[in-house]
């Protein structure tokens, strides 16, 4: 069974760094995206980075120049470097891969259960 595992949230103060990571476990035969999203109580989920199999990037807005999103294809991992972070980046972060399960030809997305990042001012 796949499972996605996110770990490194944490409380920080404004100014702050933090990186989390995200390991997919499982019988896997093929990752193709991978990113992070985030979301507040309230508040739909929201994309905060992307990054394919090439290895192609992309960010929100209110994320760039900030945040850095990598993987490492053989740990079958993908981690956010967030840096300068503010209190509006406050949220549970949820990563998630678009991956093809061992013994299927379906690519399927799965999500991990979040991991909290909590920023003070």
């Known amino acids: 069974q796949v499972q996605l595992v996110e770990s490194g949230g944490g409380l920080v103060q404004a100014g702050g760094s933090l990186r989390v990571s995200c390991a997919a476990s499982g019988s896997i035969e093929f990752i193709s995206d991978m990113g992070w999203y985030r979301q507040v109580p309230g508040k739909q989920r929201e994309v905060v980075a992307t990054i394919n199999s090439g290895g192609s990037t992309n960010y929100a807005d209110s994320v760039k120049g900030r945040f850095t999103i990598s993987r490492d294809n053989a740990k079958n991992t993908v981690y956010l470097q967030m840096n300068a972070l503010i209190p509006d980046d406050t949220a549970v972060y949820f990563c998630?891969?678009?991956?093809?399960?061992?013994?299927?030809?379906?690519?399927?997305?799965?999500w991990g259960q979040g991991t909290q990042v909590t920023v003070s001012s």
């Open positions: 998630t891969a678009n991956l093809i399960p061992g013994g299927t030809f379906r690519v399927l997305q799965y």
